[in-house]
């Protein structure tokens, strides 16, 4: 089947961010500013980076068109990962066609800038993020056979397309259900027969198109009670994967964390740690790497006045970063965005007093927040990785 890559204008596109790009360095790195956060990173073998997004120049967005987040990107960040352009809603507007104009822009940006840039995700494996095309598909008489070319056809196309521009991906994202801990299923892992088949076909595939990457079963199990079920999911996929020889390196770790009261953060970690260390334990001890990939805190259970709460998600997170940083396995560390004003969380978990959440490294005054301090602070304590 041709394969055709949709281009929408993407020279005009990139004229105006060539722009940005060339303007934003220098006054990012005025000798003023004190040491970004990856250049505290760098000093100890680890990088830090973020999610950002696809807009037009000038745009209010969470972009790197947008000269205001840019700056805090190019001067904290040395890892970008797309937030949602390189999923398949994005790429992958019918079965015989892909669109790759917006994640292409983002990717030199992230060059001409001199940043890494991971792959996320070749398959988000959730019913409600496919793209309406696939829930709907009609994989024929021999629906393994097809349902592997689609997946194989997918990675493929995104893997060989960007070569070695890009070192990491997440090849798959959140495919156990957090309530049971049982492997989701989806109109594609039912047309392979079975969850586990599918996934095996995406690790291989993405070994053999792109060898020299990282390759990272990313999920939100949480570090909070109540993630129990969802945690052991995990350990059972990560020991299934190494008993049959699956190449999976890494177990990204989203740390979308979440504080359950204004208790004190060492009390809320009190009951939280121990298991969480033996489940890092456990992953660790089957030889995997370790990245902190969607690292941001909701705060809806935490006071109004804001400068309090801000010092409450801090700490919070301080305590997190103690047990994480612990681990050599770990070396890179990304923000699901820098900015508040543009965080996830204003849609998805808003306060219920209307408050901006203060979940990120930056206030919606582009200002630094106590939890980018924190974490300049930390990176300046943890061991250099070897």
Not at 144 to 150: G, T, W
Not at 322 to 342: A, E, I, N, S, T
Request: proline share 6%; aromatic share 10%.
């Amino acid at each position: 089947m041709q394969v055709d890559a949709v281009v929408l204008n993407r020279r005009s596109l990139l004229g105006g961010v060539a722009a940005v790009a060339a303007a934003l360095p220098l006054d990012a790195r005025a000798t003023s500013v004190p040491p970004g956060l990856n250049a505290l990173a760098s000093e100890k073998q680890m990088r830090i980076g973020s999610a950002f997004a696809w807009s037009r120049p000038g745009a209010d967005a969470g972009s790197f068109a947008n000269p205001a987040y840019a700056r805090l990107l190019i001067r904290d960040c040395g890892l970008l990962v797309p937030e949602n352009q390189l999923k398949w809603q994005a790429t992958r507007p019918a079965p015989d066609r892909f669109d790759f104009t917006q994640f292409d822009a983002m990717l030199d940006w992230a060059e001409a800038n001199r940043m890494a840039m991971r792959g996320h995700t070749l398959l988000w494996h959730k019913t409600q993020y496919f793209p309406r095309w696939l829930n709907d598909y009609d994989f024929g008489a021999r629906p393994v056979r097809e349902a592997e070319r689609l997946l194989t056809m997918h990675i493929d196309t995104v893997c060989k397309r960007y070569g070695t521009r890009i070192g990491s991906y997440d090849v798959v994202n959140e495919t156990v259900d957090e309530g049971s801990g049982g492997l989701r299923e989806t109109s594609l892992s039912r047309a392979f027969g079975g969850t586990e088949a599918m996934l095996d076909r995406a690790f291989h595939t993405a070994r053999a198109a792109a060898p020299h990457a990282q390759l990272v079963y990313n999920d939100y199990m949480s570090w909070e009670p109540g993630g129990e079920k969802h945690r052991d999911g995990v350990l059972r996929l990560l020991e299934g994967f190494r008993k049959r020889g699956v190449p999976v390196d890494a177990l990204g770790v989203q740390s979308h964390i979440e504080p359950a009261s204004d208790a004190p953060a060492g009390v809320l970690a009190a009951r939280q740690e121990k298991p969480w260390r033996a489940f890092l334990d456990a992953v660790t001890g089957m030889g995997y790497q370790l990245l902190i990939t969607e690292f941001d805190v909701a705060d809806q259970h935490l006071p109004g006045d804001s400068a309090t709460r801000r010092r409450q998600v801090a700490d919070y997170a301080g305590v997190y970063l103690d047990v994480m940083f612990g681990y050599p396995q770990l070396r890179d560390v990304l923000f699901w965005g820098m900015c508040d004003k543009y965080s996830w969380l204003n849609g998805f978990k808003p306060r219920k007093d209307g408050a901006r959440p203060s979940c990120t490294a930056y206030d919606d005054g582009f200002r630094p927040n106590p939890l980018r301090d924190m974490v300049a602070d930390k990176l300046r304590k943890t061991t250099a990785r070897r």
